[in-house]
């Protein structure tokens, strides 16, 4: 099936990354801080469990990936019926996330076994979402509406749960909250699922074996540059959000300013996923991902210089430093869609499930990286939990808070540079791939 994306598809694939980056933001901004301050664990004990649990996911998301581009295709297409059950496999091990340390006798030993189901639940989610954008359609500039629409409903659904989550929980309490949204992302996942179509079929019926994937993701310098810049792009996000509720609640001392900055962040990240894609067409997807990337270090690393009391200055940081991650996440997705042509023209399979994996992993090894580092940070510098900080307690949540993000920004902007995909081998990647399925569509209607 051909044809363009219409406007019910764009906005039903709206609501299904909304549903998922729910569940992502609530971790990485707020899980550090409830098992600190809530459950009483330690920064470092958590930080520890941060990143144990993400170098799993690094042996199982590749093989994650591996299965969902073998499981059966349905009359719904090949990702979206998985989609629908990892949606609400991984709103269960969410809402356990939450519940089962507070109430099992042994809550490190509780959290530790829910954190890694939670890696495994949310493969099924986030794998089939990620494998859409290069399944629903091989035009560039529907990509692109695309790219832009999913890194939108990312930056919008994770501001709009910053901004609720400690006032509701302040009313309802964090069961009640939880479950809550278990339920609404069941719900716009569902919906997702049932609207959008997947109209880029694989040319052939053969499928890659554990030995070409393998090839295709370890000896493939396209894939392998862009998974580290990923990584690194995703830890600087998940220590922006972990630190977050440390430095508003302790620093500045107004926690009800999360929700503020969070919301203040909409606008520009809204600008960013429209500017930078439209900059890329002059400039390329390398320079421009790298300009995004370097506003992002920049805004937030301008926090240092900004007294605590200063709100409408500290807004501003954040407002450039939406600005720029932004733009680069938007980028990331139009990219890992090209990647996926250029696997299939360089290697000849359709390996979807297998990039949108290493998305999946990079974008919760990245939050683990980033939180865990927040959480050392904190120990390191004497953080005292539910108390008054000391003045290097305060120094350490400014680091984590605005160095710890900015350097792993910077690490990914470094990194993309090395990326050998050009603008230019992109466009002959698409034309060659386009031709082989008209020579594919002629054959078959013989």
């Known amino acids: 099936m051909h044809g363009r994306v219409g406007a019910a598809e764009k906005v039903a694939f709206f609501g299904g990354n909304v549903g998922n980056i729910i569940f992502s933001t609530t971790i990485n901004t707020f899980l550090l801080i409830y098992l600190t301050d809530e459950i009483g664990l330690t920064a470092a004990a958590v930080g520890t469990l941060f990143l144990v649990a993400r170098i799993t996911d690094g042996v199982s998301d590749p093989l994650m990936g591996y299965v969902i581009d073998h499981l059966p295709a349905t009359r719904w297409g090949r990702f979206r019926s998985y989609l629908v059950l990892g949606g609400l496999l991984a709103a269960v091990s969410f809402a356990a996330l939450f519940l089962a340390p507070a109430w099992a006798g042994a809550p490190l030993v509780a959290v530790w076994i829910a954190y890694l189901v939670w890696g495994f639940a949310f493969d099924l989610m986030d794998i089939p979402l990620n494998s859409l954008i290069p399944a629903m359609t091989a035009d560039p500039g529907d990509r692109r509406q695309l790219s832009g629409i999913k890194a939108f409903g990312y930056l919008f659904g994770g501001a709009m749960v910053t901004a609720v989550t400690l006032p509701i929980v302040d009313r309802t309490g964090w069961p009640v909250f939880v479950c809550g949204l278990a339920v609404l992302s069941v719900l716009l996942t569902a919906t997702a699922a049932s609207r959008v179509r997947e109209r880029v079929r694989p040319m052939g019926d053969d499928r890659y074996s554990l030995r070409d994937l393998r090839r295709i993701l370890l000896s493939n310098r396209a894939v392998v540059t862009l998974f580290v810049a990923?990584?690194?792009?995703?830890?600087?996000?998940?220590?922006?959000?972990?630190?977050m509720a440390y430095y508003f609640t302790y620093n500045v001392g107004n926690r009800a300013l999360i929700g503020v900055a969070a919301i203040a962040v909409v606008i520009p990240t809204a600008l960013g996923t429209i500017v930078f894609p439209w900059l890329a067409r002059f400039f390329g997807y390398k320079a421009t991902f790298v300009g995004a990337l370097v506003l992002e270090a920049t805004g937030i690393t301008t926090l240092l210089l900004i007294p605590y009391d200063a709100v409408p200055l500290i807004l501003t940081a954040f407002v450039v430093t939406g600005l720029g991650s932004g733009g680069a996440l938007t980028l990331i997705y139009v990219i890992v869609a090209d990647l996926v042509d250029y696997c299939e023209w360089a290697h000849g399979y359709r390996v979807e499930g297998a990039i949108a994996s290493l998305g999946s992993f990079a974008a919760k090894a990245g939050g683990g990286i980033g939180a865990a580092l927040t959480g050392y940070t904190l120990s390191l510098t004497g953080y005292a939990a539910g108390r008054g900080q000391t003045a290097e307690g305060m120094r350490g949540i400014l680091v984590a808070q605005s160095v710890l993000p900015a350097a792993l920004a910077i690490v990914a902007a470094l990194v993309f540079m090395l990326y050998?995909?050009?603008?230019?081998?992109?466009?002959?990647?698409?034309?060659d791939l386009a031709r082989r399925r008209r020579e594919s569509d002629e054959l078959l209607a013989r």
Do not use: C, Y
């Open 230 to 243: 990923v990584i690194a792009l995703t830890a600087a996000g998940g220590a922006r959000s972990a630190g």
């Open 420 to 431: 050998p995909v050009s603008r230019e081998l992109s466009a002959r990647v698409a034309a």
